[in-house]
């Protein structure tokens, strides 16, 4: 007679975790907004893996079209500073100012992107041994 051979964790048996309405919309939540499933989140979760959320994806998203706008805008500003009429009433130092301005607003907002994309480290690896931070090595 032969046993069946499970292939995926649905052929398993499931872990039942007791907790308040509180706990369990906490939980909910926190699934919804990394886009898993309840039981996906919390076998991530329990298994030391990193969890990212989408919301940081939707915000990176956004501000790179910011950062695309800045980038037009800079664009314009230095193709007007190059023609030999300049606009009147502004003088071509404010607009340099703007042009440093953005500038350094673009540098900010790749900083921000780059601290959201990049994963949190975690305490345990995914192997369950010691993060080299962990070691302190």
């Not at 404010?94 to 790749?110: C, G, Y």
Request: net charge positive; glycine share 8%.
């Amino acid at each position: 007679m032969k046993t069946k051979d499970p292939k995926n964790r649905k052929d398993y048996q499931p872990i039942k975790v007791y907790c308040f309405p509180d706990e369990k919309q906490t939980i909910e939540q926190q699934a919804c907004s990394t886009g898993l499933s309840k039981s996906s989140y919390l076998l991530r979760v329990g298994m030391g893996y990193p969890i990212r959320s989408i919301v940081d994806h939707h915000q990176v998203e956004a501000l790179a079209k910011i950062n695309g706008d800045l980038g037009r805008l800079g664009g314009l500003l230095k193709l007007w500073l190059s023609q030999d009429t300049p606009m009147a009433g502004i003088e071509a130092r404010t607009v340099r100012e703007s042009l440093k301005k953005i500038d350094t607003t673009q540098d900010e907002m790749l900083a921000l992107m780059q601290r959201v994309i990049r994963p949190q480290a975690d305490p345990i690896t995914s192997s369950g041994t010691r993060s080299p931070k962990e070691r302190g090595t």
